[in-house]
T-cell receptor, first 112, second 115 residues
Framework: SAVISQKPSRDICQRGTSLTIQCQVDSQVTMMFWYRQQPGQSLTLIATANQGSEATYESGFVIDKFPISRPNLTFSTLTVSNMSPEDSSIYLC?????????FGPGTRLTVL | GNSVTQMEGPVTLSEEAFLTINCTYTATGYPSLFWYVQYPGEGLQLLLKATKADDKGSNKGFEATYRKETTSFHLEKGSVQVSDSAVYFCALTSLTTDSWGKFQFGAGTQVVVTP
């Protein structure tokens, strides 16, 4: 199994600023992902974090807004850039091993 | 593309009542199906899963059967407890190279169990 931790667990940010969320997995995983859960809604995949190369973004998400890094097999960051109140969401990191998918506890972001 | 549709909530039940949450899906190929649960203030937890048709996933008294003919994966529990109050998400993922690890989630169903 894999245990995922995220930092920060929550934050309140001002419009126009950027926040970087860290995701740490306690073991090497094959794939890592970032999801967004807007208030009262389901989870939507933002992108796949590729180790050593650029992330692969889903439709509706772009690198300039959500730059992602994955320098190794256990760590990834998601930056939410130039934030607006519409970015207020829970951001979840997810990781896949050979047989199972795991989700982090989430980062609750509020943008004022 | 893949999609998951689940019944809207909130679903309010008395303790010991029977719970059913309907989930249907649209997918190409042979997806794996999951139920995740999110307790208040907590992260997403895997509740149960099924990876092929007619498989039954079960955990903590919850069950769901993968029905390919009706493209459904309904969640059931015979006697709910107050501690089952949470949001339940139906989800799928395909095991193709492009989709491996990418989950499609339903909208979530909030369940409220009263004493």
């Amino acid at each position: 199994s894999a245990v995922i931790s995220q930092k920060p667990s929550r934050d309140i940010c001002q419009r126009g600023t950027s926040l970087t969320i860290q995701c740490q997995v306690d073991s090497q995983v094959t794939m890592m992902f970032w999801y967004r859960q807007q208030p009262g809604q389901s989870l939507t995949l933002i992108a796949t974090a590729n180790q050593g190369s650029e992330a692969t973004y889903e439709s509706g998400f772009v690198i300039d807004k959500f730059p992602i890094s994955r320098p190794n097999l256990t760590f990834s960051t998601l930056t939410v850039s130039n934030m607006s109140p519409e970015d207020s969401s829970i951001y979840l990191c997810s990781a896949r091993t050979a047989n199972e998918q795991f989700f982090g506890p989430g980062t609750r972001l509020t943008v004022l | 593309g893949n999609s998951v549709t689940q019944m809207e909530g909130p679903v309010t039940l008395s303790e010991e009542a029977f719970l059913t949450i309907n989930c249907t899906y649209t997918a190409t190929g042979y997806p794996s199906l999951f139920w995740y649960v999110q307790y208040p203030g907590e992260g997403l937890q895997l509740l149960l899963k099924a990876t092929k048709a007619d498989d039954k996933g079960s955990n903590k008294g919850f069950e769901a059967t993968y029905r390919k003919e009706t493209t459904s994966f309904h969640l059931e529990k015979g006697s709910v407890q107050v501690s089952d109050s949470a949001v339940y998400f139906c989800a799928l993922t395909s095991l193709t190279t492009d989709s491996w690890g990418k989950f499609q989630f339903g909208a979530g169903t909030q369940v409220v169990v009263t004493p």
